[in-house]
């Protein structure tokens, strides 16, 4: 059989380590000329295959390529895209197929979370349902860390260092200052459905930090959430507040919609920080500080978990392997073999099994009071944080590797998403 | 002259390297035991001093001293707390010199920003005012960078080299999303005064990253900053703003008061980056993401400047270096000698001069269209975030030090605050 190209797509939210995935994924192909001829990879995503905006990683050095296992971000640009089915979208599958034919791809790896999964099983069966032979295999990537069957998400382990971390420093500069100013500190965290980075939060807890965290998965009781702010306060004189932006009201409002309106009466877009922060200012009157890390959590490579950077290679290159050993509709996994001394594997899943599936916390790891985590979490949630893989800088700062891009000549009409 | 104790306290809002300069102040002390017996730090600053509530540094261990070089945060506890004049509380001076004596304190160093400088003024004139001989020196430190004289001021750097490469990581993250999701990334910082801070965020436009600043050197105009936003959209497709939390409208109010409320009526406490995220939304409808690092950015450790840390080191040796050499009412200050190569020496001020002056953006630093910075202030900044100085982990987090902060045994009757 002759070799024929791969086609490789970004998708949803970037990470800290998808391009260390990508770079997995292209350091493998790389390395089996005679399989896979080249790597087209999807500019912005699936938009990239359905308008035929391939781009030719050909063009790339191997320093390049190989930069990309330090560089945040998704290279080729991402997009928030999701096919619908097939009976709903007939169309986009058949451009999908007239672009793969077109320029001879055989193979698709999609690297993404849950809905790109679905995307990623469409594709799977399109050798079935539209007689096209294709290999799809799903690379995992989410910092909400919620796939099933995998134990862990590549890019959820640099997210969770990065929040303890962040965390860790702040509560020591609360502490610093809860004499005569803040003796409240809230970060908000990531996380709209489950709870794993808000968790993550409270691993300082072993350094003698006092912190709570709001979950998604716990409805929020604000009497108890007071009682316990004061307990902490009465403690230590200062308390951290990790808040999950999926932090929900029992009625299912999350916290963030307090249904503000500015002076114009706009809708004021708040965030879960400022209100915690308030509804702890009227019922205490501390003094409070809040910060939301938005992107700088999921983008933050500086900080990468040794651990994370190394499974998000694993699982691009493992892809690889899978599709050459002929596998369709599967996605690598992590499986781990043992707490500590932490070891771990790459497993195997079949699509059908991951599709559309979330994983949230178990209730057993979050304290009964619902404010915590507990040993069973820390004892997961800790080999995860592991190492530090730091990137080169240059002139004080992250050198970054922007690529060119160049892009595949087109050969077909255009197409409208 | 028998050795006498010194007294050490940390002002203000505490740094990511203050705890360097304590470092270099109670390492340099050991090193002159014939002169300076014991460093007795004040629990929480001036408040410490004031309540006779001392620390005994001479219980930790020199290993923790040296932890100190590497750890956020003030590890003795700091305050906002100033003193006001002689005439006008004549009470504190005289319970001062009390606690002094008692103690046997010859030596004074105060380590803050511009309040702190005003206060160890103060006290360097006891002597005189009081008849009590002491030598006050005051320990440069301030993230805001706003202090005279001193080309720039400890702990600065490091929030400058945080502010430019979460900057830097973010904007990546926004140029992968922005072909069907966000165009704009806000990211507020801090500097109520002056805009060093935001400053740093230009320091990424040399990386091809769009930015735009919002000083609060510069009165905010609405309709140029929304046209400024459009052309880098039109150009790059996304764009990012660092906006400081002094940003101003023309009639001086913040951007962050914008008078809202909520369902119920309360102020709601919002800051400048959901506001200017809002405007451009409202004026462009480009989806956003917005984050506040708030203390992330001055508490950050993990991401310290090399260049900082050596520097807030070396200003806390010379404070000690400067009182065994007789001198009183002065500071230590950072001598730029060179840019490129960098080339810094230990200079020296006098407090006269330092107290109560803050140094702004001049300018030139700042672009034309007073949304960026300059060449010139790319020079300034570049050398002060050179460098990594990392911080020993373990299991995943940072180590940082906690000390015992034993208390020295009580002499005098209580004192209120």
Chains 1, 2 share one sequence.
């Not at 099994?353 to 404010?371: H, Q, Y």
């Not at 979490?377 to 944080?385: D, E, H, V």
Request: proline residues 4%; glycine residues 8%.
């Amino acid at each position: 059989m002759s070799a024929r190209n791969a086609f490789y797509a970004q998708s949803g939210g970037v990470t800290a380590v998808i391009n260390a995935s990508a770079c997995g994924v292209i350091e493998a192909a790389r390395r089996c000329p005679e399989k896979i001829a080249n790597v087209y990879a999807g500019r912005n995503g699936i938009i990239g295959a359905l308008t035929e905006d391939l781009i030719d990683t050909s063009q790339e050095s191997d320093a390049a390529i190989a930069a990309l296992r330090f560089t945040p971000s998704g290279a080729f640009g991402s997009c928030r895209y999701k096919l619908k089915s097939l009976d709903a979208n007939r169309r986009e599958y058949e451009r999908l197929i007239e672009v793969f034919k077109a320029h001879d791809i055989g193979y698709f790896f999609y690297n993404g979370g849950g809905d790109s999964a679905d995307t990623c099983y469409k594709v799977s069966q399109l050798s079935e349902s539209l007689g096209y032979p294709v290999q799809a295999i799903h690379v995992p990537k989410t910092v909400d860390n919620d796939l099933p069957i995998t134990d862990n998400c590549p890019g959820f382990g640099s997210v969770a260092k990065y929040i303890a971390t962040s965390a860790l420093e702040a509560s020591f500069d609360v502490r610093s200052m809860s004499r005569t100013s803040t003796k409240i500190f809230v970060l908000e965290v990531m996380g709209r459905h489950a709870g794993w980075i808000a968790a993550a939060g409270g691993l300082i807890e072993t350094q003698n930090i006092p912190v709570l965290i709001l979950f998604p998965e716990i409805e929020f009781n604000q009497e108890q959430f007071i009682a316990a702010v004061k307990e902490k306060v009465a403690q230590f004189d200062f308390c951290t507040i990790i808040v999950s932006e999926g932090a929900k009201y029992p009625d299912g409002r999350f916290l963030a919609e307090q249904g503000t309106r500015d002076a114009f009466g706009h809708a004021q877009l708040g965030g879960a920080a400022p209100v915690v922060a308030n509804l702890i200012k009227d019922a205490t009157g501390y003094k409070f500080h809040w910060a939301v890390a938005d992107y700088l959590q999921r983008a933050a490579r500086h900080l990468a978990s040794k651990t994370d950077v190394e499974q998000a290679y694993a699982m691009g290159r493992a892809g690889v392997e899978f599709a050459l050993a002929g596998h369709n509709a599967v996605m690598p996994t992590v499986k781990r073999l043992n707490h500590a001394p932490y070891a771990w594997e790459v497993g195997m899943a079949a699509l059908a099994d991951v599709a559309n599936v979330e994983k949230f916390m178990p209730r057993d790891f979050i304290s009964a009071d619902g404010f915590g985590i507990t040993e069973l979490c820390r004892q997961y949630l800790t080999p995860l944080i592991q190492g530090e893989d730091y990137p080169p800088f240059e002139y004080g700062l992250p050198k970054y590797v922007t690529l060119k891009n160049a892009a595949v000549a087109k050969k077909l009409t255009a197409f409208e998403v």
